[in-house]
Each structure stands twice: as C-alpha cells, then as structure tokens.
C-alpha cells in the first residue's frame, strides 16, 4: 500500500529538490503533507500538480503520516522526529542527528540497501552527509576489487550545502564585492565571505583540530562501509559554486591497479558516469554536469611511480545525491520491501 508522506522542511533548498525527484520518479504515496517552520504555514507549495497548504510542525500530528522526510536542519530534527516515530511514522532524516546512534541504519542505497531488510530501531534511517554519499559509491567498487589502504580526499563544496540562504549570501556578496569593493559585506552563512575566496573550513572545528565536516566524512564512510578501521583523511574545503560539490580523490590500495580495469569498474558502477572513459581530456564540473542523478568521474590517473596508488576526481550534485535524491531512493527500497 502506498504510504502517506510528510515532507518536514518543504520550504527549503532540499526540501524543494525532493518535491522536485517525487514528481519526476513517480513516488507512490496516498497522501502528502508540506510541513516547515510556522513562518512558511498557510503558504502553497504544488506537488504533482496538487496544492497543498504548508503546515506549522509544532502543530502537525504525525500520526497522519507513514513516512516523513525530514531535512529542516539538526536542532528542528532532534525536537520533532523523536514525536514522529512515538506517533509511528518512519523517519528518512538528512540530518547529523541519528547518524551514529547504533539503532539507526546509515544508508546509501547502492553501496548497503540490505539495511532497510528490517524496520529501524529507532524508526529513523539516516540519510548520510552531502560529501560521503557519492564518495563511498565509489570506495565500494575499490574495496571489493583491489582493497582500500587509505583514501585521502579534498572537498570543493557548493554555497547550497547551505540552503537557499547560502546560496543567496554567495549570490548578494559577490555582486556587491564587485559593485561596492571597498565595502565589507555583512556575512552571515560564511565567515569570512565566500565571494571570490574558498574557505578551509566547513561545519565547527573539534579539539582534534579537523572540522566536523571533516570527521562526519570519516565516521560515517566507516558505518556505511561496515570497515571499522578505514582510514579516510578529508580536508572540507567551501568554494564559491552555487551547486553542487566536487572531490580530488587519492586512493592506495592493496592490490595493484589497471588504469583500464579500474575505469571500467567505476563505470560500472550503479549510477555513476566516467567522463574520461574515451579521452583523458574529458572531466566533469559542476557547472557542465547534466545529469544531476549520476555520480561523475574524470581524471582518472593511476600514480606511474607505484601503481597502488590513483587520483580521480569527482562532482555530484549535493542537494541531489547528497541530499534529495539519496532519500527518495531509501523510500523506493522501504516501499519495495513492504517495511513502512
Ligand atoms: P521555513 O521556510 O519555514 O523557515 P534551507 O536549508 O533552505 O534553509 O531550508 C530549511 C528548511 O527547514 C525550511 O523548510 C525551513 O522552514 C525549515 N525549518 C528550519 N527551522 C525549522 C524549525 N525549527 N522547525 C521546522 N522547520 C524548520
């Protein structure tokens, strides 16, 4: 039976992708509820052709719902899913909140579906952090051929990891660092401004001296991969890009490594296109991508000095497959094994 869904966070930047994915991938469900901030309540969001109303969550009773995406940020999900699962709803959160608690699975549907073979726990299953999900689509592939030793990663991340007001304090800096130069813009998202810099600094910084971004990346490529000990290094890098976040991957492995072999096992990845299969000219940017579903691979280069080691570069949409999409595709999995 098709589920009655919730949409918490409708109003935002993710939020409004997974309005976008359920109309283009034909969700099922048999009732949708909009929910946000009581700022955004009694405005009109449309899905499916459909005009719903969006309601407070501090009035919303979530017994009227199977299934609710959440993804209006950490403090609103540990307030409001503890009362949505009591309430019986299953919760798909896009926040750090559940992600480490034993009880809730933490899912990439390409890389360990086989979580979502029983009901949560804790009735929650975490969606993972925007810069994992497309990185462990692809540490799977080369685990299970050659064995991962280390991966060290630099992440390139987009304004709209952010949301909407990200995006719009990139867009309004910018434009007044080139109209008024001499002015300091007043940032709010970003410190200092994103406008025409990068900023080696995403989430708060730990006493270990990493960010949280960067031992999110750590933590969670470790429970998705089910490999306790991998050893995943990250410098979180902000970069003045609108959407979506791009990655300069080094690999070592165990085995040695075929320059062609490993294209294609990348490229046979699910949902994952390699860009530099034909020519090694060709690479992916965030910018040119064009399907924003696919993981995208370019700069393949396996190191000529020690052949167990390689580069490779990639771009993923972030409110898409780091976010949006990931979601939806956990929701197809529980609809599919009939466990909502
Ligand atoms: P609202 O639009 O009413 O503020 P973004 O990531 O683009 O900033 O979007 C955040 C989303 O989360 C928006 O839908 C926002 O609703 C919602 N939101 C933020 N804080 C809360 C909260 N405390 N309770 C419910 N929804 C919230």
């Keep these: 039976k098709a589920p009655r869904v919730a949409i918490v966070g409708a109003t935002g930047a993710v939020g409004n992708t997974l309005i976008g994915l359920i109309e283009q991938r034909g969700l099922r469900y048999r ?39 959440f993804s209006a940020g950490t403090e609103a999900s540990e307030k409001w899913v503890p009362k949505a699962t009591a309430a019986g709803a299953v919760v798909i959160d896009n926040t750090i909140a559940y992600r480490m608690d034993p009880d809730t699975p933490l899912v990439v549907p390409q890389v360990n579906a086989h979580e979502l073979d029983r009901r949560p726990k804790s009735g929650v299953i975490a969606n993972p952090n925007c810069s994992t999900i497309p990185l462990v689509r692809l540490l799977k592939g080369v685990e299970e051929r050659w064995g991962i ?28 660092s080139l109209d008024h ?26 006493d270990s ?16 991969l089910g490999i306790p000990h ?32 490993l294209v294609e096992t990348l490229a046979a990845l699910p949902e994952v296109t390699v860009h530099d299969r034909e020519s090694p000219r060709e690479f992916p940017t965030p910018a040119t991508i064009d ?6 691979v370019g700069r393949v280069r ?4 020690n052949p ?33």
């Design 149 to 176: 030793r280390q991966a060290v990663v630099s992440t390139y991340q987009a304004a709209s990891g952010l949301g909407h007001p990200g995006v719009e304090e990139l867009q309004d800096a910018s434009r007044a």
């Design 308 to 340: 167990r080691a390689f580069w490779l570069w990639l771009v993923a949409d972030n409110l898409t497959i780091g976010a949006a999409l990931n979601a939806i595709q956990i929701a197809e999995e529980l609809i599919a094994r009939e466990t909502l």
């Design 31 to 69: 009732d949708m509820r909009l929910v946000a901030s009581a700022r955004s309540a009694g405005t009109e969001l449309t899905v499916d052709g459909v005009a719903y109303p969006v309601q407070a969550v501090d009035e919303f009773d979530f017994s009227e719902v199977d299934l609710a995406f």
């Design 209 to 224: 001296g990493f960010t949280l971004e960067e031992q999110k990346m750590l933590q969670e490529s470790r429970k998705i």
């Design 291 to 296: 399907d924003r579903d696919q993981v995208h």
């Design 302 to 305: 396996v190191n000529p000095n």
């Design 230 to 261: 991998l050893d995943v290094t990250t410098t979180c890098v902000r970069v003045p890009v609108v959407n979506g976040h791009s990655e300069a991957v080094w690999i070592e492995t165990q085995g040695v490594v075929d320059r062609t072999e």
């Design 181 to 206: 130069p001499e002015e300091a813009y007043p940032n709010k998202e970003f410190t200092p401004s994103l406008a025409f810099n990068v900023i080696p600094k995403i989430d708060r910084f730990l």
